[in-house]
């Protein structure tokens, strides 16, 4: 009896295996800032961290795993809806190995951007240096599963990028830097290209399914409503209109590389508009308040100003649809991935 026990054992990681390379998407591969960063931050020399209370105090049972939010990502999310892991683990989290890995991982970094200036700002992981552990990923999941398995694991993942937001918020319209290099449209521009290339190596490097998230309306995050005191705090329609063009301006690169890269399947999946819709009509999607956060007074603080001693933090996280100045709750990112899901991923379901 203990051998068949033993036995099963065995068999079981084999088997989850098996199912993985014939599952139709048997991992998501997440690259990006802190929209998708499950905990990466926390192994970083960077003061932007988000692993302690009261952050993650809805997740498993009010765990601060450095995901910005007071419970799950959209990713984790996705995952889910994918019949996947309910949450993807931080590829530099030391509690987690390949096996782990190997139907779901997550390279991103809060506060990074395409623009390795951005990163550089607040210390963080840039997107270049993600796609580094990717391709030491590569080799560990060929290590573990071996070659065939491992490239029909890479080909089927959907590997999902989220990013962008800093490169405007925390760079272009903070620093001096690429202000007095770019306009604002060559700036759009700049990061688009990089965006391109990035999809490009991915694609060289056996990725097949790749989705791209646009940028939200970053002008309605409740820190941008705050500092907009000369507009009763509303929505700065000036950074709007920025994620709106550069929504179109990717959705450009995206026809373009579909037609140049054969076999690609990449979906631009665009948040702003139902982001927008839950922000201008909260109650229609259960929420009491859109324009301040949960986490302290709701109007300024993340990271280490969102503490546990801080005693304006709400009660209930699921009346509000941001958890703090910059990064919505887990109820929003559930809306949020389920149509993301049925809107712009389905294809890959």
Not at 153 to 177: A, K, M, Q, V
Request: with cysteine; proline share 5%; glycine share 8%.
């Amino acid at each position: 009896m203990m051998f068949k026990a033993m036995a099963w054992l065995f068999l079981v990681p084999i088997l989850l295996q098996i199912l993985s390379v014939h599952a139709k998407v048997p991992a998501i591969i997440v690259f990006g800032d802190s929209s998708v960063d499950s905990g990466n931050n926390n192994h970083v020399g960077t003061i932007l961290k988000g692993n302690f209370d009261p952050y993650g105090r809805d997740f498993n049972g009010g765990q601060p795993t450095g995901r910005f939010s007071n419970g799950r990502l959209p990713t984790d999310f996705i995952s889910e809806a994918f019949g996947l892991k309910p949450a993807i683990p931080a590829y530099l989290d030391p509690s987690y190995h390949i096996m782990d890995f190997a139907t779901g991982v997550c390279f991103a970094s809060a506060g990074t951007g395409y623009d390795n200036a951005t990163s550089n700002f607040l210390s963080v992981i840039p997107l270049w240096k993600e796609l580094e552990y990717y391709k030491e990923y590569q080799k560990k999941l060929r290590d573990y599963l071996g070659n065939e398995k491992a490239n029909a694991i890479l080909r089927e993942s959907l590997h999902l990028i989220s990013l962008g937001t800093n490169d405007f918020l925390e760079n272009y319209y903070l620093l001096p830097g690429r202000r007095s290099q770019f306009s604002v449209e060559d700036y759009q521009s700049f990061l688009v290209g990089i965006a391109g290339n990035f999809i490009t190596e991915l694609f060289q490097l056996g990725a097949r399914k790749i989705t791209v998230g646009g940028l939200p309306p970053m002008g309605c995050l409740p820190l941008e409503r705050t500092t907009n005191i000369f507009s009763r705090r509303d929505c700065v329609e000036r950074y709007n209109n920025v994620a709106r063009d550069f929504n179109k301006k990717l959705q450009e690169v995206v026809v373009k590389l579909k037609k140049e890269l054969p076999g690609i399947r990449l979906v631009l999946a665009n948040l702003y508009d139902i982001l927008l819709e839950i922000i201008q009509s909260p109650n229609s999607f259960g929420f009491k308040e859109a324009s301040v956060a949960c986490c302290a007074t709701g109007r300024l603080e993340m990271g280490y100003m969102c503490n546990r001693f801080n005693p304006f933090t709400c009660a209930d996280a699921d009346k509000y649809v941001f958890w703090d100045a910059f990064h919505p709750t887990e109820k929003t990112n559930h809306i949020v991935a389920d149509h993301v899901v049925k809107h712009f991923l389905a294809e890959f379901l």
